[in-house]
């Protein structure tokens, strides 16, 4: 029987079949990393990305499609991590628009909704690249716009759906050459393909397993919790103004699980956020209403009350306003910085160069762009510098910006040195474009190489690697490739050392220990006598050193 239409539950049902599937399969995303380098995570971004889709769809009781699928682009743009997961947020963006207005979805819709899913992560990007994401959601919206013109099936046009971007998918290494050399097909791409693998599955009536953690029991308390975080920012989102617990400490020995269910369905009808727990020996009860006095008394039918909490939010939420204009009047300045590091050692040398806010990211765990945009608010300064210091990070920082109303600048830095460095030339006297100009040249003044391990066999730039090598990336290139760690350095160092340069700064990381850095810094020292050669305990994981030259 053909499936011509599909509401707001059944799309619901989709995506988290989508994002259960991805999360089943995120290691073998992530292995499709061109780089074998340990921290190679497109599977895991995406995964988190779409994790935070689901969450928010569950956060309330959406019913029409189009509320459906609204939430999902909201959450994934706030939960977006990594380019890929950035891609992502934009595609279910896209759908979202395609889907607005619309109680249900029909084949129509869903063509539409792909199309805009496609054109708005184009528009995202500043230098679209084919051979990726972009290009297998591209190739399926012009597929199924040409071939799927007639088609009032759903389960049809899906099936439409995966040939297609298994099709394009296969091709990606004839459109990327470093994809070709490694034996991969793009990781963006097959990750789009597992979730929607997995929406089709959905469609179908086949069951994806969700894992214990994964983004639809995550949204879930567990037992004997309660959910309260108050998550509002003013009084006029409230519509249940007095959180109210109690427990039903000593019920009447005749009590029933139907008499618990009634109890709940009656707290269900004077409020929200209800939450009902027992084992008929204990009742634990929470709810958001505008009549506690009422969930006390049908409680009472039940037994004996104890713990009874009543708090009002409304005041709460004034109390939260006044703060924060407190916070804005007093903490009030010209500039704020945000940066982004993983390390003690690297956190400390940004926080002694008073930039404000430090992300958690880098190069293993990329930050949301909802931890970017929550740090630029933090300054409480009206002009923001972000300091991505990853490549991978530029594009959420560049989306985080647009979270915000205040003035946020994301300058390109692809290292934690290139935005030490951004840093050092960083001046309250000067104006937004003046630091920007002089920033922006300062950190392109610096080379960085990034030393690593290679996490598996593979072809890359001209190299065959094995699992286990030292790797150098100057600059984000792979550029030396070696089995002794010191060696690598050294001849990593060669490369980016020149007459000009002035400078050598060594960042050990937490795997290293100091004698070796030491070590190494007197072998530099000792070849490049017109060189300054500093030595500082960045503390980063899985890079042993970042070696920056100036």
């Known amino acids: 029987m053909a499936i011509t239409k599909i509401d707001g539950m059944m799309l619901k049902e989709m995506l988290t079949s989508g994002a259960a599937l991805l999360l089943q399969n995120r290691e073998s995303v992530d292995a499709l990393n061109v ?88 528009k995202a990007v500043m230098k679209p690249k084919e051979g990726t994401i972009l290009t297998v959601i591209r190739v399926i919206a012009e597929d199924v716009e040409k071939r799927g013109a007639r088609c009032a ?35 963006g791409g097959m990750g789009l393909m597992v979730i929607f693998r997995g929406m089709y599955a959905s469609l179908t009536g086949e069951a994806v397993e969700i894992e214990s953690g994964s983004a639809d029991s995550s949204s879930q308390p567990m037992p004997g919790e309660f959910v309260d ?25 005749d009590m029933k699980d139907a008499d618990v269910t009634r109890l709940r ?64 009047e007093a903490r009030a300045q010209d500039y704020g910085v945000v940066a982004v590091a993983l390390g003690d050692g690297l956190a400390a040398i940004f926080h002694e160069l008073m930039v404000d806010q430090i992300v958690d990211g880098g190069q293993t765990m990329n930050p949301s762009i909802e931890d970017l945009a929550q740090a630029v608010e933090a300054t409480h300064a009206k002009n923001v510098f972000i300091l991505p210091n990853n490549t991978n990070i530029i594009l959420a920082a560049q989306q985080a910006a647009e979270l915000t109303e205040k003035n946020v600048i994301v300058l390109p830095t692809k290292s934690v040195p290139m935005g030490i460095s951004a840093m050092l030339a960083f001046s309250q006297e000067a104006s937004v474009e003046e630091n920007t100009q002089a920033m922006t040249e300062a950190a392109e003044s610096v080379h960085t190489a990034s030393v690593t391990y290679a996490v598996r066999d593979t072809n890359y730039s001209d190299h065959e690697i094995h699992q286990g090598d ?11 490739l070696g089995h002794e760690l010191q060696q690598v350095c050294l001849d990593a160092a060669e490369k980016m050392v020149n007459e000009d340069s002035s400078l050598i700064t060594v960042y050990y990381g937490k795997d290293v220990v100091e004698g070796d850095a030491r070590a190494l810094c007197d072998a530099l020292e000792e070849k490049y006598p017109d060189c300054d050669v500093e030595m500082q305990n960045g503390g980063q994981p899985l890079y042993y050193y970042l070696i920056a030259v100036e």
Request: with cysteine; net charge negative; glycine share 8%.
């Open 35 to 122: 780089f074998p380098v340990p921290d190679g995570d497109t599977g895991s971004n995406m995964s988190q990305t779409i994790t935070a889709a689901t969450k928010e769809m569950g956060a309330k009781r959406y019913t029409s499609a189009a509320d459906i699928a609204d939430a999902a682009a909201r959450g994934a743009l706030r939960g977006a991590r990594g380019n890929s997961g950035v891609i992502l947020s934009q595609i279910l963006r896209g759908m979202a628009k395609g889907m607005a207005g619309h109680e249900e979805v029909d084949c129509a819709t869903m063509t539409r909704a792909l199309r805009e899913g496609a054109n708005t992560a184009y």
């Open 229 to 253: 975080d108050h998550d509002f920012q003013s009084v006029d989102e409230i519509e249940f103004g007095y959180c109210t617990e109690f427990i039903v400490s000593h019920p009447h020995p």
């Open 153 to 187: 099936d759903l389960e049809e046009l899906f099936k439409l759906v995966l040939d297609s971007g298994d099709a394009i998918l296969k091709k990606t290494p004839e459109m990327l050459p470093v994809l070709k050399q490694a034996g991969v097909v793009d990781s």
């Open 265 to 328: 369905k009656r707290l269900e009808r004077i409020g929200d956020c209800v939450l009902v727990i027992s084992d008929l020996s204990v009742v634990k009860v929470h709810v958001h209403t505008n009549d506690p006095g009422k969930a006390i008394q049908y409680a009472l039918e039940l037994g004996e009350l104890d713990a009874i909490k009543i708090d009002n939010m409304f005041e709460e939420a004034r109390e939260r306003e006044a703060m924060r204009a407190e916070a804005e």
């Open 470 to 480: 030292i790797m150098a990336m100057i600059d984000n290139q792979l550029s030396v």
